[in-house]
């Protein structure tokens, strides 16, 4: 299981100190969320172990993430057992290699989407010598068929030893004052967090674009759509695209979908349900992204192949359906039969407007339910607090923790760990995040000055300087004079 890679991770692991005996918590890039973390020494052996949440982790039916453990000095690496979280089709794939291919000595979890899930990871190794300032990192891998590795990122969140941090009060040589300013990123919400909205799907027969409410859930569907409209106040858009089913002559089925998405445009007129609200038309001879879903979603053999002819920009799209049906007729069968019919359809997106929120009615929300704010929404109850209080501090981590992949969020987590003397929780929040962002390297270089690294902390502070912190002219001063004093 041991294996020693020379110089392999002193470029890559970043200088984290955190005490052994403390639990901490860490979120990887793909959001699994590490608490209760342990790395100790117990006689001749290292006991590692930690809890994994994964239930803000979405993973693909043909994909798996594997997170491996990794005790390092640098110089030389103990990797430890894996916990291989899988999609649908890759747990299908490893239960029947039967441990034949994979390693037996790893972890192998089926991943349920959209559900809370977790598991505990505890293992003990023998203890060398080396290991005696160690870390803790964790290389976390997206893998695919054959468990080839489409990606690799490395997060450290442990180390053996105690904390070497020099504290942000004053230097052991002067009075200086050494309480460098913050820069808070101020987050920016997207058009896709800026309105909701809500997709309904009104399927048609074979070649038809007459709208049959008792067709298939068609009843339901419809129902589903006048509600959806009785607000039109509320409404932004209404987009109609239309589908036709890809079997049908190319040109036949150009026409079709379009007749399908006049006929929901004209339902909707007719029935007075768009009267205020602008109604965008689009439509498509088939539906080819939703094939690719269900390819994903569905374990049919040669799924790869079909999805390879989809994506094919040799094949024309006129001819794609015949080139499926011929090199793969089971499959096709299936497809025409089973998924097919779904795809004879327009789906009615109505985008809805951002209702602006008082700041007493979001501080509700925050308290019951911070899922519902956009990141955006939580920074701005934040702003109604004195930056460095109780409540801002305990806000600017309810974002993070909503949002632990944001940038921002982030960022903001780190110089609030900063401020109140976690610098190892704040390189935690900062591994990983873009270096050219702003008030990131303002936060890194904070975090190079409390370990005492003034050169460092300078040259970041005067990179943030040149990037537009307003912050840093500070904090340049203040190195200088630190650099001065240490003389």
Not at 1 to 7: A, D, F, G
């Amino acid at each position: 299981m041991k294996q020693i890679y020379k110089n392999l991770f002193i470029v890559c692991v970043a200088a984290l100190s955190i005490s052994a005996s403390q639990a901490q918590n860490a979120v990887t890039t793909n959001g699994v969320r590490i608490s209760d973390i342990e790395m100790e020494r117990s006689g001749n052996h290292l006991n590692v172990g930690m809890t994994l949440d994964m239930s803000d982790l979405h993973v693909r039916s043909n994909r798996s993430l594997q997170i491996t453990p990794i005790v390092t000095n640098g110089n030389e690496i103990y990797q430890l057992p894996a916990v291989v979280i899988d999609g649908r089709r890759r747990s299908i794939v490893h239960k029947r290699e039967e441990m034949e291919f994979v390693d037996p000595t790893n972890t192998y979890i089926r991943r349920y989407n959209r559900t809370e899930q977790a598991t505990e990871y505890d293992v003990q190794v023998p203890y060398e010598a080396w290991m005696d300032n160690s870390e803790l990192i964790l290389r976390e891998e997206w893998t695919s068929c054959h468990d080839a590795a489409l990606s690799e990122e490395l997060i450290a969140i442990a180390e053996i030893s105690q904390p070497q941090s020099q504290p942000l009060t004053t230097t052991p040589t002067s009075s200086i004052s050494t309480l460098p300013r913050m820069a808070y990123a101020i987050p920016t919400t997207s058009d896709a967090t800026q309105s909701e909205q809500s997709s309904i799907d009104i399927l048609f027969a074979v070649n038809q674009s007459n709208i049959n409410a008792s067709f298939m859930d068609n009843k339901e569907q419809i129902d589903e759509l006048r509600k959806a409209l009785a607000n039109s106040s509320d409404i932004k858009e209404i987009h109609l695209t239309g589908y036709a089913s890809p079997e049908g002559p190319y040109e036949f089925n150009k026409a079709l979908a379009a007749r399908r998405a006049e006929s929901i445009k004209k339902y909707l007129a007719n029935n007075n349900l768009s009267a205020t609200t602008d109604v965008i038309v689009h439509s498509y001879p088939a539906n080819w992204d939703e094939v690719k879903r269900l390819l994903n979603d569905t374990y049919i053999e040669n799924w790869q192949g079909i999805t390879a002819i989809i994506d094919d920009t040799s094949i024309s799209a006129a001819d794609k359906n015949s080139a499926i049906r011929k090199k793969y007729p089971v499959e096709y069968e299936f497809m025409l039969r089973s998924w097919y019919p779904k795809l004879r359809m327009t789906d009615i997106t109505i985008k809805h407007k951002k209702r602006d929120l008082s700041v007493n009615e979001a501080k509700r929300i925050l308290q019951n339910n911070p899922s519902q704010l956009s990141l955006e929404d939580i920074y701005l109850i934040a702003l109604t607090y004195e930056k460095g209080s109780k409540e801002w501090d305990e806000i600017i981590l309810l974002a993070v923790e909503n949002y632990p992949q944001s940038p921002e969020a982030r960022v903001n987590a780190a110089n609030v760990a900063m401020a109140n003397g976690d610098y190892a929780k704040a390189a935690q929040y900062l591994q990983g995040l873009p270096t050219n962002m702003p008030e990131a390297i303002n936060s890194r270089g904070i975090l190079a000055m409390s370990q005492g690294n003034y050169a460092e902390a300078l040259n970041l502070f005067e990179q943030a300087q040149r990037a537009g912190v307003s912050e840093a002219a500070y904090n340049i001063t203040l190195v200088r004079e630190l650099m001065n004093a240490k003389q």
